[in-house]
């Protein structure tokens, strides 16, 4: 009797996203899903459906020149970068933990990307160039990297390099959900530690890692799902582009996002796995 | 033989009473003690680390919004004189009040606050109280519903764009700030998810036993929540309204569609600064040989206003902000 009031309590605290998620997420979602079966043309008169089947998914794939390639581009970019941003942001959350002078000063200045880094001010930074290191020549790197790496792989971390300032802006929110989890930790456990006689590099594998994975898995996914759905994305210009052309429509659009909506699931589900697996280990 | 204070082991140094050998010994000690420290004392090759990697990725942090600023403040002259970079010849202001009026700042600063700020509050309270349904109750579906939660997070805006939007206009929601309030209300605003999870996670970690001590002295599920899970969760808060809000006041995407498909009064400093060169050639028409065309400077000038709100209250807030990330250390003991 007291659990069943005890999960009415947990309905009852949930139903506000609950109805939010069955109007705002379940509804279009299945309006899109239908838009993606059928040729969309908007007419004077509203809106004009020719059912196709699932045509729209075979263009996609078959048919538009830029998705698969665009969409490889995308995966080796997502690969590369999520674990050098979740990495930068854990690196850069521990630095500021340190008992540092000025540590306010560093913080405030860390947490700036935060607030400038989303939105179209990044998109002009970038397309005035204030985001490259002018420092740094794209060409030695590559040259540098085609010697040990293929062709492909070395072009995009050379595309990393250079592109070095954009990687560490997007980690703002990373270092601050880093920064709150690791200031959780009890610090009792490290004094425990250091009596037992562990060292820094111990205290941070066996104390540390483990206390936050939660919270990496967190950082994982969310910057995975940032750089997805980022303006800076080609695809999702793809999408934009398609979404207004006079040959292909609304539905060609809308299968597109949603065969990248798959791909995107599937990288997820990596992540989460992986995640899982590691558990089992230390178990 | 123990390693002596820093005073006596100079004196020691001096002194004739020890053999040359143990003095290397001690002065071997000495230096290995204060290049890697020891005990809690951190080493001094640590040090000079910690301190360059934080001076280095600050300057990356800072250079974008100091080359905008700088940018923002050069004349023509200096833009296309390669020679000035960094430090313009003159203090020239001119972008600024050319900026300043191309962006119609003071309607669209009103829009900014308003959209920024009224969604911000009904999305960090229903975010609370739905993370706290997750993190404190089992129910059934719950996986399921969480998972759902994460799913919402990761659909692409795009493949929603359109229903949503017909949605919106058949409730008669676009062209007011319901457009945002509503969602927003019902946990599905911007980043919502991200919102529950911080409070899932700031909530599951608070002790059960506290829950379990107020129920046994008769306290209903509303109040642990107002009189326990949310004292606790003060940090989680302001991280939230401060995310919320800048999220808010940068969002361009959601605002085109509701805002600009109806004219109407309502508009945000973004939405001025995407239309910003259409404006500006509208306001300065380009004649032959004038000096009104756009350039860089003009440009940055208008983003650099666009932020400059941020900026102020972020200079405002970071103490609050820097703190309560502090604070949480002390509610996790």
Request: overall charge positive; hydrophobic content about 50%; glycine content about 4%.
């Amino acid at each position: 009797m007291k659990i069943n009031r005890k999960s009415m309590y947990g309905y009852l605290f949930i139903s506000p996203w609950l109805v939010g998620f069955l109007i705002f997420v379940v509804w279009p979602l299945g309006q899109s899903f239908y838009f993606s079966l059928n040729n969309m043309r908007i007419t004077p008169t509203g809106l004009q459906f020719r059912y196709v089947g699932f045509n729209n998914y075979l263009d996609v794939w078959l048919k538009d020149m830029f998705f698969i390639q665009e969409l490889l581009q995308f995966v080796l970019h997502i690969l590369l970068r999520v674990p050098v941003i979740v990495v930068f942001a854990l690196i850069i959350a521990m630095l500021l933990n340190e008992k540092v002078r000025f540590q306010g000063v560093f913080r405030t200045i860390f947490f700036l990307p935060v607030i400038v880094a989303s939105g179209p001010v990044i998109d002009q930074l970038v397309s005035q160039g204030a985001t490259t290191v002018p420092m740094v020549d794209q060409g030695v790197i590559i040259s540098v990297l085609t010697a040990f790496f293929p062709m492909w792989l070395a072009q995009v971390i050379g595309q990393l390099f250079n592109q070095i300032i954009i990687i560490l802006w997007y980690s703002g929110v990373q270092i601050l959900i880093f920064l709150a989890v690791l200031q959780k930790i009890d610090a009792a456990l490290y004094e425990a530690a250091k009596i037992d006689g562990a060292s820094g590099w111990e205290c941070f594998w066996k104390i540390t890692l483990p206390s936050i994975k939660p919270i990496i898995l967190i950082n994982f996914v969310y910057t995975l799902v940032f750089l997805a759905n980022s303006s800076q994305n080609t695809i999702i210009n793809l999408i934009y582009t398609n979404m207004f052309s006079a040959t292909r429509g609304y539905g060609f659009a809308s299968a597109m996002a949603w065969m990248y909506a798959v791909i995107i699931s599937i990288l997820l589900l990596i992540i989460f796995l992986v995640f899982r697996e590691k558990e089992t280990k230390r178990a | 033989m123990a390693v002596p204070k820093t005073r006596e082991f100079y004196k020691l140094l001096r002194s004739d009473t020890m053999t040359r050998k143990e003095k290397t010994r001690i002065t071997k000690a000495k230096l290995s003690r204060f290049l890697f420290g020891f005990n809690d004392r951190r080493g001094f090759v640590l040090k000079v680390t910690i301190y360059t990697l934080l001076l280095c990725i600050g300057f990356v942090y800072l250079y974008p919004i100091l080359y905008m600023f700088i940018t923002s403040m050069q004349s023509l002259e200096d833009l296309l004189n390669s020679s000035v970079n960094w430090i313009p010849s003159t203090l020239y202001t001119d972008n600024y009040s050319k900026a300043y009026s191309v962006m119609n700042i003071k309607d669209s600063l009103m829009g900014s606050l308003l959209i920024a700020t009224v969604p911000t509050i009904f999305q960090v309270i229903v975010a609370s109280i739905v993370g706290f349904g997750f993190a404190r109750y089992n129910f059934r579906f719950k996986k399921l519903f969480f998972a759902l939660m994460i799913f919402s997070f990761i659909v692409p805006p795009q493949i929603l764009m359109m229903p949503t939007y017909r949605l919106f206009s058949n409730l008669e929601l676009t062209g007011s700030l319901n457009a945002f309030i509503v969602p927003a209300a019902l946990g599905q605003g911007l980043n919502s998810t991200i919102f529950i999870l911080i409070f899932y996670q700031f909530f599951k970690q608070t002790p059960q036993s506290l829950y379990e001590a107020a129920e046994v002295d008769g306290a209903n599920q509303f109040t642990c929540f107002f009189r326990i899970a949310i004292p606790m969760a003060v940090p989680a808060f302001i991280i939230a309204f401060l995310f919320s809000f800048v999220w808010y006041w940068n969002e361009t995407y959601l605002t085109t569609l509701y805002l600009t498909s109806r004219s109407n009064e309502l508009t945000t400093i973004l939405l001025q600064l995407q239309q910003f060169e259409r404006t500006y050639e509208a306001m300065y028409p380009v004649t032959e040989n004038s000096p009104n065309r756009i350039n860089e400077g003009i440009k940055m000038a208008g983003t650099f206003i666009s932020i400059l709100p941020l900026l102020i209250v972020y200079f405002f807030l970071q103490r609050y902000f820097v703190e309560s990330v502090d604070r949480t250390g002390i509610a996790g003991e």
